[in-house]
């Protein structure tokens, strides 16, 4: 009958060489992503709305038609201006004539002509006909910039003074995000530094984007206003909530992946894969981030650093590599 072995069988390791590299302190807040320019689409004159040419979602560029109002009375208005200023400048000339003897103001003073203007009733046809021109321009409603048309609830046929604004246009391809940092993280940012920016609704996306603001006052909370500024690429939409990384590095440390750390007797090991053995190193972290470690002492460069297969490993026990 065959002898059954004693050997212990070797537990399954996965193992990364330590070399110096660099460390990336975290900083990690939520805040939300907003349009870099935004316009709120006003209706200047009151009327039923004739046409709108939009929807929400839908990509427009400035000066683009959205929406006409109906313009029957704007356009009489119009007409009856134009008309009000031929009679009025008609009136000047003959206020000229009767009271200075002539058609031509060329030689006459300031004041003269002032009396004259005002006479014949030049100046009130003059504001008349702006006034009428201001509204008739402003029965044609025109995108103001370019960007995605929003919060559009105007419909057709409906007074135009039943909506506090037509809808609002969101330039969405280059956005900002605005997020707080407590103040004692104050010296942790400049502007500038790099951010990454990851949608709640989606953690596998990550923006890449920088500092751009910082409001140089601590609110009632404690807290230090930031922005950020990113190129959007159609991920994004206005008001969107999202979480703010900031990394700043720190060269030339020893640095782990958290799953390299166990617990053992109470103090942090790491094990080290030394010929087919597992060796425990007691380790000082130095510095922590959400996927590493710096380890200040305890490991040395060179060390095959156990980072798979080391959570029920003890001092020595045999181990080969996956």
């Given at each position: 009958m065959a002898r059954r072995s004693s050997r212990p069988e070797a537990v399954l390791v996965k193992t990364v060489k330590l070399e110096p590299s660099t460390f990336y302190h975290e900083l990690i807040s939520n805040g939300k992503a907003w349009s870099s320019k935004k316009a709120v689409v006003q209706f200047?004159?009151?009327?039923?709305?004739?046409?709108?040419?939009?929807?929400?979602?839908?990509?427009?560029?400035?000066?683009?038609?959205?929406?006409?109002?109906?313009?029957?009375?704007?356009?009489?208005?119009?007409?009856?201006?134009?008309?009000?200023?031929?009679?009025?400048?008609?009136?000047?000339?003959?206020?000229?004539?009767?009271?200075?003897t002539t058609a031509d103001s060329t030689g006459l003073s300031p004041a003269k002509i002032k009396i004259s203007r005002i006479r014949s009733g030049l100046n009130d046809a003059i504001t008349s006909l702006s006034v009428a021109e201001y509204n008739f321009n402003n029965t044609r409603i025109y995108a103001l910039i370019s960007g995605i048309v929003a919060n559009l609830e105007a419909m057709q046929w409906n007074p135009s003074q039943n909506y506090k604004s037509f809808c609002t246009i969101v330039f969405d391809e280059?956005?900002?995000?605005?997020?707080?940092?407590?103040?004692?993280?104050?010296?942790?940012?400049?502007?500038?530094?790099?951010?990454?920016?990851?949608?709640?609704?989606?953690?596998?996306?990550?923006?890449?984007?920088?500092?751009?603001?910082?409001?140089?006052?601590?609110?009632?909370?404690?807290?230090?206003?930031?922005k950020a500024e990113f190129r959007n690429n159609n991920r994004l939409i206005d008001g969107m909530n999202v979480k703010v990384v900031?990394?700043?590095?720190?060269?030339?440390?020893l640095v782990v992946p958290k799953e390299a750390l166990v617990i053992r007797q109470g103090k942090d090991v790491i094990f080290v894969r030394q010929d087919s053995l597992a060796i425990w190193k007691y380790v000082t972290v130095e510095f922590e981030n959400s996927a590493s470690l710096s380890i200040k002492e305890g490991l040395e460069p060179g060390d095959l650093v156990i980072i798979g297969g080391n959570v029920n490993l003890a001092h020595e026990t045999i181990v080969r590599e996956e």
């Open positions: 200047k004159v009151n009327g039923i709305i004739k046409e709108i040419y939009i929807q929400n979602g839908q990509k427009v560029k400035a000066g683009d038609l959205l929406a006409v109002i109906e313009d029957f009375e704007y356009k009489t208005e119009l007409i009856q201006a134009q008309q009000g200023l031929e009679k009025a400048e008609i009136n000047f000339k003959d206020d000229l004539l009767s009271n200075f280059i956005m900002y995000v605005e997020f707080p940092v407590i103040e004692s993280e104050f010296s942790f940012i400049n502007k500038g530094m790099p951010v990454g920016i990851v949608p709640f609704i989606n953690d596998s996306i990550l923006i890449s984007g920088k500092i751009t603001e910082i409001n140089p006052q601590v609110d009632e909370n404690g807290m230090v206003k930031v900031i990394r700043k590095p720190v060269p030339n440390r």
